[in-house]
C-alpha cells in the first residue's frame, strides 16, 4: 500500500483545514486507518482513526470536537478535516494504514500500523 499525504500550510488560529491522504496498492478494506502528528522532540501522537469499511471511528481527546476523519471508497482516499486549530495542532501530520480490526484496543499504538504516508506539515500561526 501507498500513501499519498496532502493538505498541509500555513492557517490562523480559529481556522480549518483538510488534509488528504490517498491510497494505492493492495486492498485496505478490512484495515483500519489513521493520522498521526508529530513536533520535533516528540514521539508520534495518535489523532485519528477508521475502519476502511465499516466507517468506525475514534479520536484522541485532543481531536473529539474538532476534527473529523472520513474516508471516500470510490477515490481511495482518507480526510482530515480540521477546524477551530490552535498553536499546539501545529506539527507534520501523517496518514497511515494496516492496524487489523482485531486491534480495537491498541489502534492508539503506531505500531499497529503498517503502511506509513510521507508527512504534511501544518502550521497554525497564533
Known amino acids: 500500500v501507498q500513501l499519498q499525504a496532502s493538505g498541509g500550510g500555513l492557517v490562523q488560529a480559529g481556522g480549518s483545514l483538510r488534509l488528504s491522504c490517498a491510497a494505492s496498492?493492495?486492498?485496505?478494506?478490512?484495515?483500519?486507518m489513521a493520522w498521526f502528528r508529530q513536533t520535533p522532540g516528540k514521539e508520534r501522537e495518535f489523532v485519528a482513526t477508521?475502519?476502511?469499511?465499516?466507517?468506525?471511528?475514534y479520536y484522541a481527546d485532543s481531536a473529539k470536537g474538532r476534527f473529523t476523519i472520513s474516508r471516500d471508497k470510490a477515490k481511495n482516499t482518507m480526510y482530515l478535516q480540521m477546524n477551530s486549530l490552535n498553536a499546539e495542532d501545529t506539527a507534520v501530520y501523517y496518514c497511515?494504514?494496516?492496524?487489523?480490526?482485531?486491534?480495537?484496543?491498541?489502534?492508539?499504538?503506531?505500531?499497529?500500523?503498517?503502511?506509513w504516508g510521507q508527512g504534511t506539515l501544518v502550521t497554525v500561526s497564533s
Open positions: 496498492g493492495r486492498t485496505i478494506s478490512s484495515y483500519f
Open positions: 477508521i475502519h476502511w469499511s465499516g466507517g468506525d471511528t
Open positions: 497511515a494504514a494496516g492496524a487489523p480490526a482485531w486491534a480495537i484496543h491498541y489502534l492508539r499504538d503506531d505500531r499497529q500500523y503498517n503502511y
